[in-house]
């Protein structure tokens, strides 16, 4: 398993088997998290639904996280969502129209599908759906993963380490995707030691625990990859500590902080200089993407008002 524990993984750190990553693929998972941003911009945006827009602005962010590990999971796998992790789903390919449509609080493809786990009342039943799902695959020996993406707040919480204990007791299926963001604001001094202690303690239960760079997709790409394939092979469960950049911080005392700084750590940025250098970026071709993008974005929400206003059936 590439990267060391207590280790920052980087993009040159570690391999995907001794290959390397298509250009193709490159420029796919730069093409994702743009949309993923765009979807958060426009979500965020949505006056008339400001319980979504809220969850979306603060997703802002992740696009490297989410992306990295749903671009490539198999149609069979089953992705948990954390509410400020929504964006994941549209890196996993659900379509458009259904993320709007849920949005918009409509009956969709998303909410029944088998393969995503929504956002739960709490954080102890989404643990629980999560788990089931991945003790339910190894009872039918299949190869399939369950990706659970949670916040750093919640790995304080005493069923969070249960979820833990449970998946290596079981070596069950499952990776836990931690989202860290060093920025935001802990609620109260005695919940930041609990989280300051939360990944040292959780490497305790025997399982590979990950620390990488959030903002580079590659490097999160990478860690995915062979994450995976671990999990597929029968390895146990995999926890991966992502400290990302975000925009906008939870909290009413989040701290803003310099904009050259929020710039240079911005996982877009980050990833336009990679391809630049690679001579696979260009303005034209970004414009391209994002306007194919907000065509079909606009198609959706011109659906999903007309359906809000048409009777229920």
Known sequence: MAGKVGQTTTAAA???GGSLISHTKL?????????????????????????????????????ALATGFAVDLRPEDTIALAPRNSVASLARGVPLSD???????????????????????????????????????????????????????TTALDCWHRALALAAKRSLPIIFVVEDNPWANSISSKVSEE?????????????????????????VYRVACESVERVRQGGGPVLVHGQPYRLNSPGKRSVAKP????????????????????????PSWKNQVAQEFLSKFETALKAARKAQRSPHK
């Open 259 to 282: 904009a050259t700084r929020r710039t240079e750590r911005d996982p877009l940025t980050h990833m336009e200089r990679y391809l630049r250098n690679k001579g696979l970026f260009t």
């Open 99 to 153: 993320i709007v449509a849920q949005i918009y609080q409509r009956r969709s493809a998303l909410e029944q599908a088998p393969n995503t786990v929504m956002p739960s009342p709490t954080l102890d039943a989404q643990l629980s759906l999560a788990s089931g799902v991945a003790i339910a695959n190894k009872k039918k020996k299949k190869s399939n993963v369950v990706v659970f993406f949670g916040a750093k707040a």
């Open 195 to 219: 989280e300051k202690d939360s990944v040292e303690k959780a490497r305790s239960y025997g399982f590979p625990v990950i620390t990488v760079d959030a903002n580079d997709v590659v490097a």
């Open 27 to 63: 420029k796919q998972l730069y093409a994702t998290m743009l949309q993923c941003r765009l979807l958060t911009e426009r979500a965020s945006k949505l006056r008339s639904r400001p319980r979504s827009a809220a969850l979306y602005a603060d997703a802002i962010g992740q696009e």
């Open 14 to 16: 570690v391999s995907t």
